[in-house]
């Protein structure tokens, strides 16, 4: 289905050319070239085009009438039945793209799914904008998390890891108000995605039962905050809390708004530990096991990559799934230094390296978090920097020796 950020082609034409300049000028999006827009019966819907000619004839067009000349990027997808046709797919970043875009010393946009032009309020504020200005890059920039503390000043968790992505918006979801089916299907795709048994991993599931992701706390017509709470009876009643939070812009503000997903995890397990004496060994104060946490990196990334649960945040924003993007950053904030932390094992503190508290974890933008390999690849690496950061040695071979465990077991 079409929308503000998604739009079907049969084959190159002028207006082509138009929409990628509204696009530009609005919340970005792909255009699918070789996809009749309309389907009839008897008609197909993936007709396929000459790719080549297809890039050549719209790049040629963009070079022609923009001002200034520039282009999107093109990714022809072929066919595998021999054809020669492809679906070439053109991907509008509005991270990259010069603002305002013109044509004929017009700015056209993107407005209830159509091509529109710019009136002078807002072709004004295109023009004030500064390269990328009010655009959040999607899967980057989430903001680093706090660590609650008490009335003392003490904090509350051994430590938080956050990570998210920034959505552009479709049309109902610019003004619709978020419904409650909409906010439960999310929960129960996160129910049912692998982050429970990935949060349960660290304590070596002393704890057996939790709340699953529900509503809980602020929650309003477009803030959605829902909440993963692992229970016990000790003095820590929640040794493990996580909050997706889903944000829509205001109706009213920005038309660079865009929509955000804040995946927050809280453990307290240490204190837990500490409460029960049953976590870890005996006498001795608990630490994090580098297994498990690597085990919670990989279980993060795989739900943050989940078919149904990208689904559903698609269906709250109101854009194609496929313009959901893959979150590209983790933060870890501790109560205390990474190498107090975790479990010692065969990691070793080098003299004088200094102290850390956590640290900002980029993702590699070219691994894809569905594929299994991709995601592990991605949890090791995260591993090895949060390691060095501490100035610890002998994580990059418990790294390999996790992975050559889980191979011998599978």
Same mark, same amino acid.
């Given at each position: $289905?079409?929308?503000?950020?998604?739009?079907?082609?049969?084959?190159?034409?002028?207006?082509?050319?138009?929409?990628?300049?509204? $696009?530009?000028?609005?919340?970005?999006?792909?255009i699918l070239v070789g996809i009749?827009?309309?389907?009839?019966?008897? =008609?197909?819907?993936?007709?396929?085009?000459?790719?080549?000619?297809?890039?050549?004839?719209?790049?040629?067009?963009?070079?022609?009438?923009?001002?200034? *000349?520039?282009?999107?990027?093109f990714i022809p997808v072929p066919?595998? !039945?021999?054809?020669?046709?492809?679906?070439?797919?053109?991907?509008?970043?509005?991270?990259? +793209?010069?603002?305002?875009?013109?044509? !004929?010393?017009?700015?056209?946009?993107?407005?209830?799914?159509?091509?529109?032009?710019?009136?002078?309020?807002?072709?004004?504020?295109?023009?004030?904008?500064?390269?990328?200005?009010?655009?959040?890059?999607?899967?980057?920039?989430? $903001?680093?998390?706090?660590?609650?503390?008490?009335?003392?000043?003490? *904090?509350?968790?051994?430590?938080?890891?956050?990570?998210?992505?920034?959505?552009? $918006?479709?049309?109902?979801? /610019?003004?619709?108000?978020?419904?409650?089916?909409?906010?439960?299907?999310? +929960?129960?795709?996160?129910?049912?995605?692998?982050?429970? /048994?990935?949060?349960?991993?660290?304590?070596?599931?002393?704890?057996?039962?939790?709340?699953?992701?529900?509503?809980?706390?602020?929650?309003?017509?477009?803030?959605?905050?829902?909440?993963?709470?692992?229970?016990?009876?000790?003095?820590?009643?929640? *040794?493990?809390?996580? @909050?997706?939070?889903?944000?829509?812009?205001?109706?009213?503000?920005?038309?660079?708004?865009?929509? =955000?997903?804040?995946?927050?995890?809280?453990?307290?397990?240490?204190?837990? +530990?500490?409460?029960?004496?049953? @976590?870890?060994? /005996?006498?001795?104060?608990?630490?994090?096991?580098?297994?498990?946490?690597?085990?919670?990196?990989?279980?993060?990334?795989?739900?943050? +990559?989940?078919?149904?649960?990208?689904?559903?945040?698609?269906?709250?924003?109101?854009?194609?799934?496929?313009?959901?993007?893959? *979150?590209?950053?983790?933060?870890?904030?501790?109560?205390?230094?990474?190498?107090?932390?975790?479990?010692?094992?065969?990691?070793?503190?080098?003299?004088? /390296?200094?102290?850390?508290?956590?640290?900002?974890?980029?993702?590699?933008?070219?691994?894809?978090?569905?594929?299994?390999?991709?995601?592990?690849?991605?949890?090791?690496?995260?591993?090895?920097?949060?390691?060095?950061?501490?100035?610890l040695t002998g994580m990059e071979?418990?790294?390999?020796?996790?992975?050559?465990?889980?191979?011998?077991?599978?």
């Amino acid at each position: $289905m079409e929308s503000l950020t998604l739009e079907f082609k049969r084959e190159y034409s002028k207006s082509l050319v138009t929409t990628i300049a509204a $696009m530009a000028n609005t919340y970005g999006g792909m255009i699918l070239v070789g996809i009749n827009d309309k389907v009839e019966p008897g =008609t197909e819907r993936v007709v396929g085009v000459d790719a080549q000619d297809t890039i050549d004839k719209t790049a040629s067009g963009c070079r022609e009438k923009f001002e200034p *000349p520039w282009e999107p990027t093109f990714i022809p997808v072929p066919f595998d !039945d021999g054809s020669g046709r492809s679906v070439v797919v053109i991907r509008v970043d509005t991270n990259v +793209a010069p603002r305002p875009l013109l044509i !004929d010393l017009k700015a056209p946009i993107r407005l209830s799914g159509q091509n529109s032009t710019a009136d002078r309020d807002r072709f004004l504020k295109l023009a004030r904008e500064e390269p990328s200005a009010g655009v959040l890059p999607t899967g980057q920039n989430v $903001m680093s998390p706090n660590l609650d503390r008490d009335n003392e000043g003490n *904090p509350v968790a051994d430590f938080i890891l956050r990570t998210g992505i920034n959505l552009p $918006m479709g049309e109902a979801g /610019a003004w619709r108000p978020l419904s409650e089916r909409s906010v439960a299907a999310l +929960a129960q795709a996160l129910n049912n995605s692998a982050f429970p /048994a990935a949060l349960n991993t660290l304590g070596h599931s002393s704890y057996s039962s939790s709340t699953g992701f529900r509503q809980h706390g602020y929650n309003r017509s477009r803030t959605a905050r829902l909440v993963y709470r692992a229970l016990s009876r000790s003095a820590v009643p929640h *040794p493990v809390e996580t @909050v997706v939070t889903v944000a829509l812009p205001e109706i009213y503000g920005s038309s660079t708004a865009v929509a =955000t997903v804040t995946i927050d995890v809280l453990y307290r397990v240490r204190r837990y +530990a500490s409460s029960l004496d049953r @976590v870890g060994l /005996a006498g001795e104060e608990y630490r994090y096991p580098v297994p498990n946490l690597l085990d919670l990196f990989e279980g993060i990334l795989k739900t943050t +990559a989940d078919p149904k649960v990208v689904a559903e945040i698609a269906r709250i924003t109101d854009i194609d799934s496929s313009l959901v993007a893959q *979150p590209r950053e983790l933060h870890l904030v501790a109560d205390r230094q990474i190498k107090e932390l975790l479990r010692s094992d065969s990691l070793q503190e080098i003299p004088g /390296a200094g102290a850390s508290h956590g640290g900002v974890f980029r993702a590699n933008p070219a691994l894809d978090l569905r594929d299994a390999a991709d995601r592990q690849e991605q949890a090791d690496d995260w591993l090895r920097q949060l390691g060095l950061d501490a100035g610890l040695t002998g994580m990059e071979n418990l790294v390999e020796h996790c992975r050559a465990e889980t191979w011998s077991k599978t």
